[in-house]
Structures are given as structure tokens and as C-alpha cells.
């Protein structure tokens, strides 16, 4: 048996066959998940709050912004260190993460002592102590990926494998005892038990490699360089989060109740879809990182990965043409969200135009290119702008052309499947640019700064 899984893993590469392995630990996990989204969450979150659940988590990323930017810059370095192997150096820049996290998160939670109250209110949840709660999770989530990058940048996919497997119990277990006490708190107190779990876990993993004594990183040079990337990904984070938070809070105050709930549920279904995803797109970066480096050309592994994504959520997609409407009526307050059924297939291409730009920019990212940012923060910054002055017309008909607010009124422009619309025409010119990008360019050199070999120390 142990021959037979040496040659098929011989046979498929390395890319393939850690894919493969990350794919069937995390998909066993995501059973799990998907009980959370598709049961207990709708059985313990009355209906009429369920459509909250999305913009409250994309308001509290908004605040823990700053920490995800440090993740997303870290990334990259932890990946020079990395292949360096200098882990006394890695081991300080894990600590100023710590630093980082706590500076931000006294300063998000000032923030939303003003903001927060307001922003309930118009996404129609009284609960108030939800905040710091969505806050501290929120932020956890943040810097999770520090450490679980360090893990991916190092090849260790069979830990990231087990830590998936254990992660996903311990979050079903805290809901499972939380959220019938209050179910949204319960909900984000469960959401931030599996990053609580995965630091502590990435920190065992690492033992060895941070057991070195620390070295001092931020030398004038690391400083410049690390202030660059930071303000890069903070323009590029801010533009993505902002056309986020204001997608889904559009969808909860614009449309009823009802329909805000029925696209939860059509989001919960269409996220099967990105199984397969989520495992390339992590495996994904340091082969594309090699590569680059290498200075050979990751266009051939992205259409590869691509093809692989679209193929697997067309398999998805596809029963739910048929069955969409009974399953839905299985669960619990079915009769609400079965009427909904045509949203799930919808949903699911949406979701896998997002995965073709993340799998192009995950590479562009692993080189330290950033050439798309220059057409993509563009479009993620006019998208609200958009979406704000069409679906909020009745605040500007006394300015507005009466024809042009005739038109909006006839059409039912705040109907869930104008929404749709208008998602999926922002997710399609993202997924053209990156193709357009990729046919465009020729393979290039790795960009970014590298750290100095061990040799040279």
C-alpha cells in the first residue's frame, strides 16, 4: 500500500497529491461546517435576524482590517525567512504581530463605540453586547493566519491537515453550547474558537524552528521594505472590504427580511463550491512562490487550478438545478428559504468567478507583484459607489431624472436577483482582468526583496 501512495504520489507531483491530502482532511472538517451553516445556525437564528449574520462579520473585518493587512504582508516574508531559514528573525516578527494586535484592537474597539449602535440599527439587530464579542473574534481571525502561514510557507501540510480535522469539532462543540443561550453571540463566539485553536496548535508545530534565540528584524531596510508592502495590501485590503461590508449590508437594508435570509442560505449552500478552492489556493502559494523565484512562468499551474475549480463547481452546481427547492425545505424554517432554491446555482458561478481571481492573485501575490492591484482597487472602490446610488435612488429622487427613477421603480431594482446581477457583473470583469493579465504578461522575474542566505550570516 505504502508503494502503491509513493508512485501515484511520483505520478501526480507534489502540488497535486498535498492538494489531494489537504482536500480530504479539510472536506471531512467542512461536514462538520457545513452542519453549522445549514442547521444550526438557521434552527437557532430566527429568520428575521439571519441576514444579519454576514454584514456584522464584514463590519468587525473592516475593524480588524489593519491585523488582516500584517497577515496578508507576513505572508510574504514569512516566506523569505522561510526558505532562508531564518527563524530567529521569523520568531521576532511573530511577536510585533502580538504588539500589532493589541494596539489595533483598543483602537477598533473605540471605534465602534461610536460606530457599532448605528450600524446595528440599520441592519436591524438590538442586540448591543454583541459587539465586542464579534470584535475579539474578529480579530483572532486576523491573526490566525500569521501562524498557519508560517505553516504553509514551510511545506507542513499534513499538521495543517490535522489542525482542520480538530479545529472543525471544537467549533461545532462551542456552538452547540452557546448559541442557545443567544444565538448570534453564540454564533461569533463558536466562529472564533477554531483560530483560538489553530495559533496555539501552529505554535506546537513550530516549537523546533522558534526555539532559536530571537534576532532583531526591523533594520532600517526590513522597516522601508515591510512599510511598502503594508501600505500596498492596506490599499488593496481597504478597497476589498469596503466593496464587501457594503455589499452586505446593502442586501440586509435594502431588501425584506426574508430575502436578505434566503440569500444567507443560497451563500451557505454555494460555499460546497469553494471546497476545492480553499485547499489549491493554500497550497497554491508556495509553489507559485518557488517558481517565481525560479523565475519561471505559474501560469500553466494557475490554468491547471482553475480548470480543476470551475470543473468541481459545476459538479456542485448541478443537483441543485433539480433538488434545490426539497432540500431547502428539510431544513429547519424551510418553508421560508425554499422559495429561494434558484439562488443557490446563482450563487455557486458567483462564487467560482471569486475563486479564478483569487487562485491570480494568490500568485501574483506569492512573486510580490502587484501590478493588478492597479486596475482591481479601481473596481472594488467604484462597485459601493455604484450599488449605493442605484439601490439607494429614494434618498436622491428629487434630484434624479423622474424617467431615470421610474426606470429603477418599475424594474424592482432592490429585488434579490437585481442583486445578483449586479455581484456577478462585478466578479466577472475581476475574473476577465486576471485573464486578460495573464495573457498579456510574459513569465517575470520574482520582484521581491530576498532575504539573505543563511550562508551569508
Given at each position: 500500500m505504502k508503494q502503491l501512495l509513493e508512485r501515484l504520489h511520483k505520478r501526480m507531483g507534489d502540488f497535486w497529491w498535498y492538494s489531494l491530502m489537504l482536500f480530504c482532511a479539510c472536506r471531512t472538517a467542512d461536514l462538520l461546517n457545513a452542519f453549522v451553516g445549514l442547521w444550526l445556525v438557521p434552527k437557532y437564528v430566527d429568520p428575521q435576524e439571519l441576514g444579519a449574520v454576514t454584514p456584522l462579520a464584514n463590519f468587525a473585518g473592516f475593524l480588524a482590517l489593519p491585523v488582516a493587512v500584517f497577515a496578508n504582508t507576513f505572508?510574504?516574508?514569512?516566506?523569505?525567512?522561510?526558505?532562508?531559514r531564518e527563524f530567529g528573525r521569523l520568531k521576532t516578527l511573530m511577536r510585533s504581530v502580538f504588539v500589532a494586535a493589541a494596539v489595533f484592537l483598543f483602537v477598533a474597539i473605540v471605534v465602534a463605540r461610536f460606530t457599532l449602535p448605528v450600524f446595528l440599527s440599520r441592519i436591524r439587530i438590538v442586540e448591543g453586547t454583541l459587539g465586542i464579542i464579534i470584535l475579539v473574534t474578529s480579530f483572532v481571525t486576523a491573526v490566525a493566519p500569521v501562524f498557519t502561514n508560517t505553516i504553509q510557507a514551510l511545506g507542513k501540510f499534513k499538521a495543517n491537515a490535522v489542525m482542520n480535522l480538530a479545529g472543525a469539532p471544537l467549533r461545532l462543540l462551542t456552538m452547540l453550547v452557546a448559541m442557545p443561550f443567544r444565538p448570534l453571540a453564540g454564533y461569533f463566539v463558536g466562529q472564533g474558537a477554531s483560530p483560538v485553536?489553530?495559533?496555539?496548535?501552529?505554535?506546537?508545530?513550530?516549537?523546533?524552528?522558534?526555539?532559536?534565540?530571537?534576532?532583531?528584524?526591523?533594520?532600517?531596510?526590513?522597516?522601508?521594505?515591510?512599510?511598502?508592502?503594508?501600505?500596498i495590501f492596506l490599499v488593496s485590503g481597504t478597497a476589498a472590504a469596503v466593496a464587501a461590508l457594503v455589499e452586505s449590508t446593502v442586501l440586509r437594508q435594502r431588501l425584506p427580511d426574508f430575502d436578505s435570509a434566503g440569500y444567507y442560505m443560497a451563500t451557505r449552500f454555494s460555499d460546497i463550491s469553494s471546497f476545492l478552492y480553499n485547499t489549491l489556493v493554500f497550497t497554491l502559494f508556495p509553489f507559485t512562490a518557488t517558481l517565481a523565484t525560479k523565475g519561471e512562468d505559474v501560469r500553466p499551474l494557475i490554468l491547471k487550478a482553475s480548470a480543476a475549480t470551475v470543473g468541481f463547481s459545476m459538479l456542485v452546481a448541478l443537483p441543485f438545478f433539480f433538488l434545490g427547492k426539497p432540500i431547502l425545505t428539510f431544513l429547519p424554517h424551510g418553508e421560508h428559504y425554499s422559495a429561494y432554491w434558484w439562488a443557490i446555482p446563482w450563487q455557486i458561478g458567483i462564487s467560482t468567478l471569486g475563486a479564478l481571481v483569487g487562485l491570480y492573485v494568490t500568485a501574483e501575490l506569492s512573486a510580490n507583484r502587484f501590478g493588478f492591484m492597479k486596475w482591481m482597487v479601481p473596481v472594488d472602490l467604484a462597485y459601493p459607489v455604484i450599488l449605493l446610488a442605484v439601490t439607494g435612488y429614494g434618498y436622491f429622487a428629487r434630484v434624479l431624472p423622474v424617467p431615470w427613477v421610474a426606470f429603477l421603480e418599475t424594474h424592482n431594482i432592490r429585488s434579490l436577483d437585481t442583486m445578483l446581477c449586479w455581484i456577478t457583473a462585478v466578479n466577472a470583469i475581476k475574473a476577465f482582468g486576471c485573464f486578460v493579465a495573464m495573457a498579456l504578461a510574459s513569465p517575470r522575474p520574482f520582484t521581491g526583496g530576498k532575504t539573505r542566505p543563511a550562508s551569508a550570516k
Amino acid at each position: 500500500m505504502k508503494q502503491l501512495l509513493e508512485r501515484l504520489h511520483k505520478r501526480m507531483g507534489d502540488f497535486w497529491w498535498y492538494s489531494l491530502m489537504l482536500f480530504c482532511a479539510c472536506r471531512t472538517a467542512d461536514l462538520l461546517n457545513a452542519f453549522v451553516g445549514l442547521w444550526l445556525v438557521p434552527k437557532y437564528v430566527d429568520p428575521q435576524e439571519l441576514g444579519a449574520v454576514t454584514p456584522l462579520a464584514n463590519f468587525a473585518g473592516f475593524l480588524a482590517l489593519p491585523v488582516a493587512v500584517f497577515a496578508n504582508t507576513f505572508r510574504n516574508e514569512v516566506s523569505n525567512l522561510s526558505i532562508g531559514r531564518e527563524f530567529g528573525r521569523l520568531k521576532t516578527l511573530m511577536r510585533s504581530v502580538f504588539v500589532a494586535a493589541a494596539v489595533f484592537l483598543f483602537v477598533a474597539i473605540v471605534v465602534a463605540r461610536f460606530t457599532l449602535p448605528v450600524f446595528l440599527s440599520r441592519i436591524r439587530i438590538v442586540e448591543g453586547t454583541l459587539g465586542i464579542i464579534i470584535l475579539v473574534t474578529s480579530f483572532v481571525t486576523a491573526v490566525a493566519p500569521v501562524f498557519t502561514n508560517t505553516i504553509q510557507a514551510l511545506g507542513k501540510f499534513k499538521a495543517n491537515a490535522v489542525m482542520n480535522l480538530a479545529g472543525a469539532p471544537l467549533r461545532l462543540l462551542t456552538m452547540l453550547v452557546a448559541m442557545p443561550f443567544r444565538p448570534l453571540a453564540g454564533y461569533f463566539v463558536g466562529q472564533g474558537a477554531s483560530p483560538v485553536f489553530n495559533v496555539a496548535a501552529s505554535v506546537f508545530c513550530l516549537r523546533k524552528e522558534l526555539s532559536v534565540p530571537a534576532v532583531p528584524y526591523w533594520t532600517r531596510d526590513a522597516v522601508r521594505k515591510f512599510s511598502k508592502l503594508f501600505a500596498i495590501f492596506l490599499v488593496s485590503g481597504t478597497a476589498a472590504a469596503v466593496a464587501a461590508l457594503v455589499e452586505s449590508t446593502v442586501l440586509r437594508q435594502r431588501l425584506p427580511d426574508f430575502d436578505s435570509a434566503g440569500y444567507y442560505m443560497a451563500t451557505r449552500f454555494s460555499d460546497i463550491s469553494s471546497f476545492l478552492y480553499n485547499t489549491l489556493v493554500f497550497t497554491l502559494f508556495p509553489f507559485t512562490a518557488t517558481l517565481a523565484t525560479k523565475g519561471e512562468d505559474v501560469r500553466p499551474l494557475i490554468l491547471k487550478a482553475s480548470a480543476a475549480t470551475v470543473g468541481f463547481s459545476m459538479l456542485v452546481a448541478l443537483p441543485f438545478f433539480f433538488l434545490g427547492k426539497p432540500i431547502l425545505t428539510f431544513l429547519p424554517h424551510g418553508e421560508h428559504y425554499s422559495a429561494y432554491w434558484w439562488a443557490i446555482p446563482w450563487q455557486i458561478g458567483i462564487s467560482t468567478l471569486g475563486a479564478l481571481v483569487g487562485l491570480y492573485v494568490t500568485a501574483e501575490l506569492s512573486a510580490n507583484r502587484f501590478g493588478f492591484m492597479k486596475w482591481m482597487v479601481p473596481v472594488d472602490l467604484a462597485y459601493p459607489v455604484i450599488l449605493l446610488a442605484v439601490t439607494g435612488y429614494g434618498y436622491f429622487a428629487r434630484v434624479l431624472p423622474v424617467p431615470w427613477v421610474a426606470f429603477l421603480e418599475t424594474h424592482n431594482i432592490r429585488s434579490l436577483d437585481t442583486m445578483l446581477c449586479w455581484i456577478t457583473a462585478v466578479n466577472a470583469i475581476k475574473a476577465f482582468g486576471c485573464f486578460v493579465a495573464m495573457a498579456l504578461a510574459s513569465p517575470r522575474p520574482f520582484t521581491g526583496g530576498k532575504t539573505r542566505p543563511a550562508s551569508a550570516k
